[in-house]
């Protein structure tokens, strides 16, 4: 008998089209893989509801029933009658609320295994800048940067001067987004003021990182659990047109705005070294289940590589970056799925045998 797994999507963030797109890769994926899927889906006005494989698929409007979580049965509640309880669940909402530790924490509370990083991983990848800490404590290389919080924005005037000071081209980031949103790439110090005030659109910290003119988009994939993990092959991200680098809209509105080369043209010796970098940084946050860790690589000398972030739920639509590059590593989309079933339904079961009595 087949096992189901529900397949998490939607959600409030900026990236609730992507995460549809996502779903149907999973969810095609999880049935060529020997699963049932069933999506879940989460509408940017709040509530979740059980639509049809098929509706989602066909990109249908995704109506059914409502669904509720039920923390005392360990299982989701239909309205109007009925109990949902699959074997495991896929989420793949991107951005706040889906992989920030919010809906993992909720997934924890169910106690139903659900694939891809805890709450706590999750969250710390989520932010920018602790992420970046907790990685340079390791003693991984990473870029400085200067950090202004909301409290710090009537004032910030201070904080940009030394921000200027690391020297141009700066990038702009909001500290808790995915996908690029809200990112900036500042050539002038006219430009700074003006990027951060966009990026504030999008969350309550920005991240002013300085930047590698011309630097090379080093993305790596990574799976397994902190009893052991792999990276796949590395890619190089190759922005093409007007894009400068790969920004939202490369991303995701333009079909020509990047190039994946694959794998990444590097000496054997610095690509063995991302990897290995990815799979440390994946630990030292406590990862689980997938990320994707990009690096940034100094054009005129790729010895001189620098962590940039991990991205905890990456994309998984058919052009995503990390299915592609799995299969590139020679694991399909459906093994990779396979893979972190499997090490969600051990997690669990491994956390449930912890005591929660003192004696």
Known sequence: MKKTIGVIFGGRSPEHEVSIESAKTVCEKLEKAGFRALPIYAPREGGWRLPALRDLLAGRPLKGPELEPSLAGGCFVKRGGGRVKPYALFPIIHGSTGEDGVLQGLLELLGIPYAGCGVTASAVGMDKVISKELAA???????????????????????????????????????????????????????????????????????????????????????????????????????????????????????????????????????????????????????????????????????????????????FTSHSLYPRLWEMTGLPPEKVLKELIAIAVSGMAARKRLTTARK
């Open 137 to 315: 404590l390791d003693g991984i290389p990473v870029l400085p940067h200067v950090v202004v919080r909301a409290n710090q924005k009537a004032a910030m005037g201070p904080l940009l001067k030394k921000a200027a000071r690391l020297g141009f081209p700066l990038f702009v980031k909001p500290v808790a987004q995915g996908s690029s949103v809200g990112v900036a790439k500042v050539k002038t110090a006219a430009g700074l003021k003006p990027a951060v005030l966009d990026a504030f659109r999008f969350d309550n910290a920005v991240m002013i990182e300085k930047g590698v003119d011309r630097a090379r988009e080093i993305v790596c994939g990574v799976l397994g659990s902190p009893a052991g993990a792999a990276a796949s092959v590395c890619g190089e991200v190759v922005p093409k047109g007007r894009h400068e680098f790969y920004d939202y809209e490369a991303k995701y509105l333009d079909d020509d705005g990047m190039e994946l080369r694959l794998p990444a043209p590097l000496p054997a010796a610095t690509a063995a070294r991302l990897r290995e970098l990815a799979v440390r940084i994946f630990l030292a946050l406590g990862g689980s289940g997938l990320a994707r860790v990009d690096f940034f690589v100094d054009p005129k000398n790729d010895r001189r590589v620098y962590f940039c972030e991990i991205n905890t739920l990456p994309g």
